[in-house]
């Protein structure tokens, strides 16, 4: 395994095996920052003249309504390729395992702690993925589409630009408007909500309970058979206008009986709560906002002491 490669090595790569096929792979229940950055990627890549697509097995059910484009399911793959993983912290957390049928694998994450599992390897501490391949591409290869990309990756995992903030971040902002990413728009998108989205937030309000005086709000949603329970369990920034000092939302799903779980901590906290998430099969995410999966409701209980005991 290789450390800091570039996006021309990957091109290199790909003509040293003589295929044209470089394909772009993200985690199970794709984000902002996920789809910003893969679909920034596809772009650069069919500039330079390569078959280039995002590979995603599931229907995409979030956020395409801010992409404005439509990403077609993949079963199987007949070519020979190059796989770019993104914002995939660990093998486990892979949407699907086809990356694996590639050539070479490369790896571009900003869960500096993950797992490395591509043959190259890039993780560094960032506010996002999209921050790290902003900061790989120079601004005359930066397209007014990849640059709208790569801002909304960034402004999503960031909180709407309200943490995981450095230097870094704000020139690579900057360096995207530059590019033509139209951040007035971006940022009014973001803001408008689906009515579906409403409800959901308004399921997840009206659900809020204090677990714990020292600061403990969460929500609980059994049963689940109107929304996708994981865009529920994402709303529990909903309850954070409550002042407390840790988060959770989870939801079970009608159908699967898995629960979803959110956990967000008060950005005066030193809650990581990634550092817990990460005692689950796939949890992870960031300091502040991270996330995980439990097999049946049963096991919420233990969930909810745990979090009691990290006030």
């Not at 957390?93 to 571009?108: C, L, R």
């Amino acid at each position: 395994m290789e450390n800091n490669f570039s996006l021309k090595s990957i091109c290199d790569t790909a003509d040293y095996y003589g295929t044209k096929n470089i394909f772009m792979f993200s985690h199970k229940k794709h984000d902002g920052d996920a789809k910003g950055s893969a679909l920034a990627l596809v772009e650069y890549f069919q500039n330079k003249g390569y078959n280039s697509e995002y590979i995603i097995t599931e229907k995409d059910t979030c956020l395409m309504h801010v992409f404005e484009i439509e990403v077609e399911t993949t079963q199987s793959i007949n070519e020979d390729f190059i796989a770019v993983c993104l914002d995939t912290s660990t093998s486990l957390n892979s949407e699907n395992n086809m990356y694996e049928q590639a050539i070479k694998v490369f790896e571009i994450d900003h869960h500096k702690n993950g797992e490395n599992f591509g043959d190259f390897s890039i993780k560094k501490e960032a506010s996002s993925t999209c921050e790290i391949v902003a900061s790989m591409l120079s601004e005359n290869e930066i397209t007014p589409k990849m640059a709208t990309y790569l801002y909304i990756g960034m402004y999503t995992d960031t909180g709407g630009i309200k943490y995981n903030l450095s230097e870094n971040v704000f020139l690579q902002f900057a360096k995207l408007i530059k590019c033509g990413a139209d951040s007035t728009n971006i940022v009014e998108n973001m803001r408008f909500a689906t009515r579906n989205r409403k409800r959901i937030e308004g399921l997840v309000a009206l659900r809020n309970k204090v677990f714990d005086t020292k600061g403990l709000i969460g929500s609980v949603i059994k049963n689940e058979s109107r929304f996708d329970a994981i865009s529920v369990a994402r709303a529990v920034s909903t309850l954070t206008c409550i002042k407390g000092k840790l988060y959770f939302c989870a939801c079970e799903s009608a159908s699967t009986k898995e629960v979803y779980i959110e956990i967000q901590s008060a950005q005066s906290s030193d809650i990581d709560v990634s550092k817990y998430a990460r005692r689950y099969t796939g949890g992870g995410g960031h300091f502040h906002k991270a996330g995980f999966t439990l097999k049946n409701i049963d096991e919420l209980d233990k969930v909810i002491e745990d979090l009691k005991k990290l006030l």
